[in-house]
């Protein structure tokens, strides 16, 4: 392991989607590691898209517009876009940055974003949210997603309508390349992003990868899954700053600390 190439001889575990590993992946060979790409998502376009296109007509009833992931913005912009604009009066919220940027892409600037933490309860704590009575929000997500946002927003007054704009799925894939590898010491850190990923993994590396896992590091940039993941019996878990670049840079200092 050399000052400049600090992940030499380390394989990482990416469980991102396919199509949203590839930042995450090329900062670790920057840092002489060689990424292992296992998505645990899979992503693909809602099964029912009427309600989506029929919310993009109303747009105009709402004050507020929540985008929970950036599968969320690129489902859900691509449509609008070739739709309408943007209604003036309505604001926009994310819940992370990597959804910001990703509307940004778009053109949308103006953005309720957190600056401490990706997740939900980030963004209930912002006060633009705090304030809700009778206000008009919709929320562009996933299937099967989180319900602590549209529930306290309820709870504050809003009148709330979910928008499935993408699906979620757990991957069939053949697991055996991977067990092979990491049973042979070739896996030394895992990297997770979302609970859903995190249950996923768990079940389809079977008993023999839990084992494996558990004496793994694993990094996540969520006080919650790393939560999650103790409850599932990890104990070498690492809380990362945020972001793929606080992936990163976890990784890094573990790496660094286990060295000296």
């Not at 940039?221 to 793929?244: F, M, P, Q, S, Y």
Request: charged share 25%; with cysteine; glycine share 6%.
């Amino acid at each position: 392991m050399s000052e400049t190439q600090p992940l030499s001889g380390k394989y990482v575990l990416i469980t991102r989607p396919a199509h949203q590993a590839t930042y995450l992946d090329l900062r670790i060979r920057e840092m002489g590691g060689n990424p292992v790409l296992f998505p645990v998502l899979e992503i693909s376009d809602t099964k029912d898209i009427q309600p989506l296109l029929n919310a993009i007509d109303r747009l105009d009833e709402f004050d507020l517009a929540i985008f929970v992931s950036p599968n969320a913005v690129d489902k859900a912009m691509h449509l609008i876009q070739a739709k309408r604009t943007l209604p003036p009066t309505l604001k926009i919220a994310v819940v992370g940055e990597g959804s910001a940027n990703k509307l940004r892409q778009y053109n949308v600037n103006e953005i309720i974003v957190p600056n401490s933490r990706n997740d939900s309860e980030a963004l209930l704590a912002m006060a633009e949210l705090q304030h809700m009575e009778n206000k008009r929000i919709v929320i562009f997500r996933g299937n099967k997603g989180r319900r602590l946002l549209g529930d306290t927003l309820i709870q504050r007054g809003a009148r709330l309508e979910y928008i499935e704009c993408y699906q979620r799925d757990k991957p069939k894939t053949d697991i055996d390349p991977l067990l092979h590898s990491w049973s042979n010491n070739a896996l030394h850190a895992v990297t997770i992003t979302s609970s859903e990923g995190l249950h996923n993994l768990f079940d389809m590396i079977g008993k023999v990868g839990q084992q494996l896992l558990k004496k793994t590091p694993l990094f996540t940039a969520h006080e919650r899954i790393a939560h999650i993941a103790k409850e599932l019996g990890l104990t070498n878990v690492h809380v990362t700053a945020a972001g793929d670049d606080g992936l990163v840079q976890g990784l890094l200092e573990y790496f660094l600390s286990i060295k000296n």
